[in-house]
């Protein structure tokens, strides 16, 4: 069933998200060859329980850390490790919060300086691809239309492999709520989008086919292929005006423009 939140809850919802688009900045920040998954993951938590909140993720269905960190040929579920990172990754970071009650969830790909032109278009597109089915997000168009404009762009523009195996979803009081949000699909169909329903957006885009295999970890999800995935998510609002995007990537883009590790997807290379 669909929770339909009130004004004044999506308002917590924002403040949930802000701590996640935040604690998403501080990694990004972080990120520095020679460093660890695991040393970054414990600086997100501490983040996350300073500004008064308790990470989403950790303790999840049993999973184990504050962030999913996906390296490389890693989708997403990623789980942060003692190796230490290297010029030529490519870095899906996931980050939940409770905050208020409420989770915020959203999510960003990082590429260090030594990724090739292909990786950092794959990581433009699929970003590109996220603020494409966001503007869809308003009364009265239906999931199908966002899930179609993602897959499009994607697969029929750009040649990748969208996951089918994952979601996006709805979000509030629990993670994963009503409606699923595919990201791939047909135009007019699935549930119509009302005033109140929060929506997690998230494209997970892989560089060669579409298939994905889990690791022995129980965790990680894997390119078939070994090709590089990349994954960007917002939490929306769905309001009579359009959307409201209540998580915020402009704190991740101002960090990145500040650490010359990782590239500045946000402007034209
Ligand atoms: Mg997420
Ligand atoms: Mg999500």
Known sequence: MIYYKTDEEIELMRLSNLLVSKTLAHVGGLLKVGISGKS???????????NGGVPGFKGYRGFPSTLCMSVNDA???GIP?????????????????ILNGFYGDAAFTFGFFDINDSVIKLLKVTRESLYKGIELVTVGN??????????????????????????????GKNLHEDPEVPN???????????????????????????????????????????KPSAHFEHSVAVRKNGPDILSDHSFIENAIKINTEIVDISINI
């Not at 970054?40 to 300073?50: G, L, M, W």
């Not at 490790?81 to 919060?97: A, L, Q």
């Not at 966002?146 to 996006?168: D, P």
């Not at 699935?190 to 970890?217: R, W, Y």
Request: net charge negative.
């Open 40 to 50: 970054i993951d414990k600086s997100a938590e501490e983040f996350i329980r300073d």
């Open 75 to 77: 989708v997403v579920h």
């Open 142 to 171: 239906r999931i199908g239309d966002i899930s179609y404009a993602i897959q499009h762009y994607c697969e029929k523009v750009h040649g990748y492999g969208i996951v089918r195996e994952l979601v996006g979803h709805g979000v």
């Open 184 to 226: 791939f699909g047909l135009k007019g169909k699935g549930p119509m989008l009302k005033e109140g329903i929060v929506i997690a957006i998230e494209p997970m885009v892989n560089m060669g086919n579409k298939g994905v295999k889990q690791l022995s970890d129980g965790w990680t999800i894997l390119t078939k292929d070994g």
């Open 81 to 97: 490790s003692n190796r230490e990172f290297i010029s030529t990754d490519v870095v899906s970071i996931d980050c939940g919060v």
